[in-house]
């Protein structure tokens, strides 16, 4: 098995966010777990993402914006989303290694995982929020399809929060496939399972709102009503992670309930599926997850799901979890000729 590549620099701890949820030590206790297990990685550090780059997904005159006032000495984009002196390079560097990773993971089909920060999935074309300045997996999509030679690419959010932006960037687009499990009614309040894309992209957005305490049984069902069917009819050149663990048990942040087991089981089914379709990645870009300890123990067990193969989790599911499942399966079962059952 060929080492994960994890991308890191440190850098990304001078985004400096105050007293906030979002803080460096997240990165810090990753960084040290990681580094204190047994699986077999090899550190990346990335170069800042060529403007360009970024400029496909987010408008310049807001790239412009986020960098005046990084050189003013920072400021707030909304309540929740800081801007410090050192935040637009670190920004950069996040978007860069999302770059990066899908270049490699393209030629080479190898697994990733970007510790990096400041997150991105809710950051939208002119408009910084949720704690993100720009879109990490949205901008790494993009370059895939622009310059890549990629025409298919499948993302999956397992945060807690809908990924909003990333959603946003690809609504009427059927080149991504955007499946994201989230908790119904949380931040940002988007992500109803009647929002299925628009235009040509119509049944390639698939939004699975969650009740509270759903746990591993939701992401389980998940995989097998949605995640995995319409895989494996879309046959996907590229497979890309919103990597957020604020759906973890205990996070402040979240209410979802999953274990740290079923992380590594949604990895390494996503590695399975990459296979089958000869995909690049997955590549796994770290969203949200603010209790450290938590976060650091589910980062490692997604990697290891990257590195092996992992027993499904055993457990029971709610008739909220399968009603909720249920409801998306039918919004996107006309566009998927038999696919989803």
């Known amino acids: 098995m060929a080492p994960t590549a994890v991308y890191y620099h440190p850098r990304f701890l001078e985004h400096d966010t105050g007293h906030h949820p979002e803080s460096p030590d997240r990165l810090v206790a990753c960084r040290r777990a990681l580094l204190a297990g047994d699986l077999e990685l090899e550190w990346i550090e990335p170069d800042p993402a060529p403007l360009a780059d970024i400029e496909r997904v987010h408008a310049p005159a807001y790239v412009r914006e ?99 932006g990333t959603q946003d960037a690809f609504y009427d687009d059927d080149r991504v496939l955007f499946v994201s499990m989230h908790q119904h009614g949380h931040y940002p309040g988007t992500g109803d399972a009647a929002e299925v894309g628009s235009g040509r992209g119509a049944g390639y957005t698939v939004n699975v709102p969650l009740p509270a305490g759903a746990g591993d049984a939701a992401a389980e069902a998940v995989f097998d009503a949605l995640v995995e069917p319409l895989a494996r009819a879309y046959r996907p050149q590229l497979v890309l992670v919103s990597a957020g663990f604020d759906s973890r048990r205990g996070d402040p942040l979240g209410g979802l309930a999953f274990s740290g087991p079923v992380y590594a089981w949604m990895a390494s089914r996503l590695c399975s599926l990459a296979r089958e379709s000869a995909a690049g990645g997955p590549v796994c870009f770290l969203e949200g997850g603010y209790e450290t300890a938590l976060l650091a123990d589910s980062v490692v067990s997604t990697v290891d799901g990257l590195q092996h193969e992992v027993p499904r989790p055993e457990a029971g599911m709610e008739r909220a979890v399968e009603a909720a499942v249920t409801t998306t399966v039918r919004a996107l079962s006309p566009y998927w000729d038999g696919a989803l059952t």
Do not use: K, Y
């Open 66 to 164: 986020v960098r005046d006032m990084a050189a003013d000495g920072g400021g707030h984009l909304d309540w929740d989303t800081a801007v410090s002196p050192a935040s637009f390079e670190a920004a950069t560097l996040a978007a860069g290694a999302g770059v990066l990773a899908v270049d490699r993971a393209v030629a080479d089909a190898g697994a990733a995982f970007l510790l990096v920060r400041p997150p991105g999935h809710h950051a939208l074309r002119d408009r910084g929020m949720g704690f993100c300045l720009f879109n990490n997996i949205a901008v790494a999509a993009a370059h895939a399809l622009a310059v890549g030679g990629v025409q298919r690419v499948l993302i999956v959010d397992w945060d807690v929060h809908h990924g909003n």
